[in-house]
Structure formats: C-alpha cells, structure tokens
C-alpha cells in the first residue's frame, strides 16, 4: 500500500521538536476498476462462461462502492482483477476447444445416421448447443475421451456391411 506521509513540527520555546505524521487516504481509481469489472463480467456473458459471485456482476455501482470501502487496498483490486482475468482466458480457450467439440460430436452424428450405426443417447445427437453445454460443464479430458469413444465407435461400425444386425451398439455413460 503506499502511504502519502505528512510531516509537521511544532517548534516550543525550548526549540523542542515535535514531529507527527498523518496517513493520507488511499486513493484507487474506483471509476476504472468498476469499469474493467463491468467489462469483463459482459465477456463472462458473451462466452457463456458461467462465472457467478460478487466479483461477476454488471453493477458498476457494487464495485465502484465495494472498491470505495476503507479496508479494500490497492492489493485486493489487483487480486480480484486478476482472478477475473484468469477465469475468463481459461474459459475462453475452453469455449474455444468446446466448440470443436460439438462440431465434431455434430459430424458423428451425420456419420452415425450415414453408416446406419444406430448409436443413440447424448453423445449422438444432432444439437450443437447441447454438445457445447455439456463440454463446458466438464473437464476437457472428458470431452475429449467422449470424442475418442464416438470415433472408435464409429470406426467400428463402418467394417460392420450395413444392416448387420449382429452389430452390437457401444454402451454411452
């Protein structure tokens, strides 16, 4: 925290010195950390990130008066900030890889109903937006072996002749 330090002196009689100091208020820049927090909670949004608490909302006049408060330094602004800035990169190349994943999940779909696979549940469904939610909510590993267990699948439906009804459908967790 860096203190604004005043000196005085009162010179006595004696020429005793008497030396005080007074602490200046801290003085944030509330106006732009309220604005950067504002911002970066309507990226949440915009990403469908998820990201819920105090620090994510879009009330400028919370942060701005949270940021107001007498026990709240310059740390803790640089703190909540950061963990906002964090939360959204790890979100936002998380939207990103999810995409790609229901892309891909999409496309099986189509191969699936192409091959005549007859493989159904959640994982073989044609809704992109249902895929996507579903990768947000999960670790990327997961998605990812989700991805892997559809391709093998599919792999192995297509060396089955069409209609072979001895074919037996994995089963999807």
């Given at each position: ?18 030396v ?66 964090v ?11 999810c ?75």
């Amino acid at each position: 925290m860096v203190r604004n330090i005043i000196y005085g002196a009162f010179f006595t009689a004696s020429t005793t010195v008497f030396v005080y100091v007074a602490e200046a208020a801290p003085q944030h820049n509330c106006a732009a950390y309220a604005s950067a927090a504002v911002a970066q909670n309507n990226q949440n949004k915009a990403n469908g990130c998820g990201l819920t608490g105090g620090g994510w909302q879009s009330d400028y006049n919370a942060h701005f008066n949270w940021c107001q408060q007498q026990n709240v330094g310059i740390q803790a602004l640089s703190s909540e900030d950061q963990a906002r800035k964090v939360a959204l990169q790890n979100c936002i190349g998380k939207s990103s890889f999810c995409e790609s994943y229901a892309k891909q999940a999409v496309s099986d779909q189509i191969n699936n109903m192409k091959y005549k696979c007859r493989f159904e549940g959640g994982p073989w469904q044609l809704n992109h937006s249902a895929h996507l939610k579903w990768c947000l909510t999960v670790r990327q590993s997961k998605a990812a072996a989700e991805n892997a267990k559809r391709a093998n699948a599919l792999s192995e439906c297509r060396t089955i002749p069409f209609g072979n009804d001895n074919k037996l459908n994995p089963v999807n967790e």
